[in-house]
């Protein structure tokens, strides 16, 4: 297993470019299952969750291309299909059950694996099912997968009113409506700009979807889609942890790719707590305002609210702002591992249930450490760039899941980080 290793110091300066958005890409490569042609999908991230995403296609009988080393991913289903998704696969990422609403909706049945809790909280799955159930599927769990079957082998279109504005629901259920009979409207559907992007490339495939991007979207089945070749989105939440890293350790960063409405409430809290962001024609600038990081409240919610997904990072640059803040974390029930983590570097970190209140200290201090998912393991890095002395991050496998070249891009810009075997 690898370490990375973090020699905290001086100020940042130079650019790092934002890959294509592992949370779409995850969610495109699916929809190759709901044509017999071709989907191209360019700017994709070298990941190793876009790694597992082929596997899972692959064993689902898709082709599927890494070209241009990765960043073009060119998939095909035109052959027969296997409409069974195994636990093996399905368990190393959550993402994997947006398989279910494409094979139902090409094969109409499919049996799925529950993928099981994760670090970060139960993530449940009644939204997808009790949505696909309106639209026609009988859905059983049996032997921990989900077996599903489509009345009269095609699902129809329903209205559904979703009791959460679930991210993964609203993705599962519009890709299943492509190909329903008759018209499914979402309501309270995810608003995250990844929704937006899977609906361009549907389009792009022939379906009929509108009013993606807001709460209500409307979905006209049609009888068959077509290929297609889609530029998979800015990803935001790289693009929100690397613009930390100047706000952490001083200096000014250009994040190249980066527009401000992907992070508007993000942009907000930075401004509150003394950093400012300036577009440019290529991106983002970021630098501190003064010297000094002022304490901010932080909730996180659905898009366009402040992104769960940057929490932990949030949290890092808050624990050496003047005065004290509190983070409210209210999308998943377990995401202050990196608390504890934080705190063995000298944060003075307080959670309590869903709260974590966090009193700015003057410097932190390097430690060993522990990744415990994705963001808090890049959460820890942010915080030992910032840190006295040097720290050693373990089980860093977790951040190969979501962070291309992560020691490349913030040693581009100054920072003294190396990855390591360990012995
Ligand atoms: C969530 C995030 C998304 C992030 C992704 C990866 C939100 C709203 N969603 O998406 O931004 O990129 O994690 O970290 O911030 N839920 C149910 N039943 C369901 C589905 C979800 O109860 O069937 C609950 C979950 O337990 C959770 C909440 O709804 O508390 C959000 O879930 P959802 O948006 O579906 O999660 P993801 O799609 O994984």
Do not use: W
């Not at 596997?55 to 027969?80: D, I, N």
């Not at 799925?112 to 970060?120: D, E, T």
């Not at 949290?315 to 983590?341: D, Q, W, Y």
């Amino acid at each position: 297993m690898d370490s990375i290793v973090v020699k905290g110091g001086g100020a940042l300066s130079g650019q790092i470019p934002i890959a294509g958005a592992k949370n779409a890409c995850l969610t495109l490569m699916p929809a190759c299952l709901l044509s017999d042609q071709p989907l191209t999908l360019t700017n994709a991230p070298r990941l190793s969750d876009i790694r597992t995403m082929t596997e899972l296609l692959r064993s689902l009988g898709a082709e599927v291309t890494s070209l241009q080393e990765g960043k073009v991913l060119a998939m095909s289903c035109h052959g027969a299909i296997n409409t069974r998704a195994e636990y093996d696969i399905v368990r190393k990422m959550r993402a994997s059950n947006l398989v279910l609403g494409p094979l139902l909706a090409r094969e109409g049945h499919a049996q799925v694996s529950l993928p099981g809790g994760c670090a970060i909280g139960a993530r449940p799955m009644d939204i997808h099912t009790d949505s696909l159930a309106l639209m026609g599927a009988q859905i059983d769990l049996r032997d921990g997968y989900l077996h599903a079957k489509a009345d009269g082998g095609k699902l129809k279109g329903a209205v559904i009113d979703f009791p959460f504005a679930s991210v993964g629901a609203t993705e599962n259920i519009m890709m299943a409506a492509t190909l329903a009979k008759d018209t499914t409207v979402i309501n309270n559907a995810a608003r995250e700009p990844e929704i937006v992007d899977l609906a361009e490339c549907l389009r792009a495939m022939g379906a009929q979807i509108d009013g993606d991007g807001t709460s209500r979207i409307e979905i006209q089945g049609v009888d068959s889609l077509h290929g297609a070749t889609h530029r998979v989105v800015t990803d935001r939440i790289e693009l929100g942890t690397y613009m930390l890293a100047p706000a952490i350790c001083g200096g000014e960063v250009e994040l190249l790719g980066g527009r401000i409405n992907l992070l508007a409430a993000f942009c907000e809290k930075l401004d509150a707590a003394g950093i400012d962001v300036t577009e440019t024609e290529s991106g983002l600038k970021v630098a501190r305002r003064n010297g000094n990081i002022h304490a901010v409240n932080v909730t996180t919610e659905p898009f366009p609210g402040f992104p769960t997904d940057l929490q932990a990072q949030m949290m890092a640059l808050l624990c050496t702002a003047e005065g004290t803040s509190v983070l409210e974390e209210k999308i998943f029930e377990n995401r202050f591992m990196h608390a504890p983590e934080l705190i063995r570097m000298g944060a003075d970190i307080d959670v309590h249930g869903g709260m974590a209140t966090v009193t700015g200290v003057k410097k932190l201090k390097g430690a060993p450490v522990m990744a415990t998912d994705l963001r808090a393991s890049v959460s820890l890095i942010l915080a030992a760039m910032a840190a006295e002395g040097e720290t050693k991050v373990s089980r860093v496998y977790h951040l190969d899941r979501g962070y291309e070249h992560v020691v490349a891009k913030l040693r581009g810009v100054g920072a003294n980080i190396e990855r390591i075997k360990d012995q």
